[in-house]
């Protein structure tokens, strides 16, 4: 990418990158602390993950529940790679944070009794979800939020965190107005995931990596990419291709099943918890029986539910538009990617490794989640680590915050629907080495042009790269030191940049997971190896990536930081 020609500039004391439930309660909160806060969504104000959840916001119950309880079942969902301090703080501030969201204005369904109701969800041992609209919470969460009248630059991405000895000094951004600079002693990342490393996910087309790039180019680095969450039940379509209609956890919480087309049960006699089993396991289950049966999908029955379309009104437009009534018929459903567990390292306030620079929402990993996660702790811990992110930025104010100069940025990238069909044949539900690593090495020669057979990478390399004793230094292969690139020159319209830069994040997030990917040689939560399909205890660590000198993602073998290695900011 050539220098760009700027065009406009502001100044702000934190900039939030992201419009959903992370990012517009961290930029509320240091609004109401003071701050002069931009927020810049490239999308709409509802282009978000959180505008798509369905199932609820897992929060302790006032009877019959406990925060030991609610710790234990997320530590359990995590398959041993939850951080149980992160864990116990953010499920603790679980309460209070939804009691913010409800001043708001966020209305959440009630029972009869006219209490809040609760349904239970896959890893839970209660009935702790609270929901809004049936199964419209997420949509619930972003109105409210976006009600609260937040300026936000919507159409706006960011290209580039300019950084210097301080830290954060500014963003380089690209809108309707052309480039611009917002100067900022800090930004929040709140970006979501990266769905759209898959030929099909539960995500919105805007799922594409962007904060993992970001953070990585900006030094900071990121952890557990290996593990991706496949959703179970998502509605099948023949050839259906991007984002797909999700068939919430919720409707199995209040007793659909999971059935093959023989009326078999799909989960019997694998979890004592059968069909409310984690999602991991439930994905595991189904694209055992899919490949067992040689078919592509396999039914949810949720005939016996009275009043379903009350209480599911979403997912039963969903179906109708299939044709399909979930009062008669069997929803086909198969597994998509739907949730990265991994991502920025994070303490449980936000804070990076690189001073000014915060992540909350899907594209942190704070140590909740560990190897996959468990059903709607992810809205929680939006909640809950985007008002703290928000109220830490306050610690950078008066710090040098002037981007002096702009320099280019290589983009290395391939072609999406390549990538896309790489990672969904070869790093999905179930994987193995070999796949993985042909998946890699397809990955730099279509970064190489074909110009050259890149290096062959063993799973024994991959490996030394994670040992702790092999230290910082190793790095992913690459077929050359420099990548020919597409230039974007500064007169292209902001649509061409903007999928330029979201390519060479989906590019870079790609190479980097398949890394770890094929280094983690255990089956662990998320991450099934079908050629190593037991876990192993000295694998039982997170691994950390982050860019070397050259620019390549490489493994670093410092040991992750437990939760809160700083004092709090003044916010529970």
């Excluded at 997420?138 to 976006?146: I, K, T, Y």
């Excluded at 970006?191 to 953070?215: E, F, H, K, R």
């Excluded at 999908?297 to 109708?320: E, K, M, N, W």
């Excluded at 940025?409 to 072609?415: E, G, H, M, T």
Aim: charged share 20%; net charge negative.
């Amino acid at each position: 990418m050539s220098t760009p020609s700027i065009g406009w500039e502001a100044d702000a004391d934190l900039v939030v990158i992201g419009g959903g439930v992370a990012g517009l309660t961290a930029a509320r909160t240091a609004s109401l602390r003071g701050l002069r806060v931009l927020t810049l969504s490239k999308g709409g104000p509802t282009d978000t993950s959180t505008q798509y959840a369905q199932g609820g916001i897992a929060v302790v119950a006032p009877e019959g529940d406990t925060v030991d309880s609610h710790v234990e079942d997320t530590v359990d969902a995590g398959a041993g790679l939850c951080d149980p301090q992160a864990v116990r703080s953010v499920v603790t501030a679980g309460a209070d944070a939804v009691a913010a969201l409800t001043d708001l204005g966020a209305v959440f369904d009630l029972g009869r009794d006219g209490r809040v109701s609760r349904t239970r969800e896959g890893g839970h041992s209660t009935r702790r979800i609270i929901h809004a609209g049936g199964d419209a919470t997420g949509a619930e969460v972003q109105r409210a939020l976006n009600a609260a009248g937040l300026p936000v630059l919507f159409g706006t991405a960011a290209l580039d965190i300019v950084t210097g000895p301080d830290g954060v000094r500014g963003v380089i951004v690209v809108s309707d107005k052309g480039f611009g600079i917002v100067h900022t002693p800090a930004v929040l990342l709140a970006t979501g995931g990266l769905g759209q490393l898959y030929s099909c996910s539960t995500n919105p087309p805007g799922a594409t990596a962007d904060g993992i790039a970001l953070a990585l180019r900006a030094g900071a680095s990121v952890a557990d990419l290996e593990f991706v969450q496949f959703h179970p039940t998502v509605l099948f379509s023949p050839d259906g291709l991007g984002r797909r209609p999700l068939i919430s956890e919720a409707v199995r919480g209040e007793g659909a099943i999971l059935v093959d087309a023989a009326g078999e049960s799909v989960t019997a006699g694998i979890d004592p918890r059968g069909d409310l089993a984690p999602r991991d396991i439930v994905s595991r289950a189904i694209a055992a029986r899919m490949r067992r049966l040689g078919t592509e999908h396999v039914y949810l029955d949720a005939r016996s539910i009275d009043g379903f379309s009350q209480r599911f009104p979403t997912i039963t437009t969903s179906c109708r538009a299939a044709g399909l009534d979930p009062r008669t018929d069997l929803i086909p459903v198969a597994p998509a990617a739907h949730f990265q567990c991994g991502g920025i390292v994070t303490d449980t306030h936000g804070r990076t490794s690189v001073p000014g620079l915060y992540a909350a929402g899907e594209v942190a990993r704070t140590g909740l989640h560990g190897a996959n996660r468990l059903a709607s702790n992810s809205l929680l811990e939006g909640l809950v680590v985007g008002e703290r992110a928000g109220a830490a930025a306050t610690e950078r104010l008066g710090a040098s915050a002037r981007v002096a100069e702009v320099t280019p940025a290589r983009l290395p990238r391939i072609d999406r629907t390549a990538l896309q069909q790489l990672m969904s044949a070869h790093a999905s539900v179930v994987r193995d080495g070999d796949g993985l690593r042909g998946a890699m090495l397809r990955v730099l020669a279509l970064m190489n042009d074909g110009d050259a057979e890149p290096e062959e990478m063993t799973e024994e390399a991959a490996a030394q790269q994670v040992s702790e004793s092999e230290g910082a230094g190793a790095q992913c292969p690459d077929p050359a030191d420099s990548v020919a690139v597409r230039a974007v020159s500064a007169g292209d319209r902001p649509a061409g940049v903007l999928r330029a830069v979201e390519d060479a994040a989906l590019t870079m997030t790609a190479r980097a997971l398949l890394v770890v990917a094929t280094a983690r040689a255990e089956s662990r939560g998320c991450h099934t190896r079908s050629d190593c399909p037991e876990p192993r205890e000295e694998l039982r660590r997170s691994v950390a990536i982050r860019l070397g000198s050259d620019g390549r993602p490489q493994v670093v073998s410092e040991p992750i930081a437990l939760a809160d290695p700083l004092p709090a900011v003044g916010v529970r």
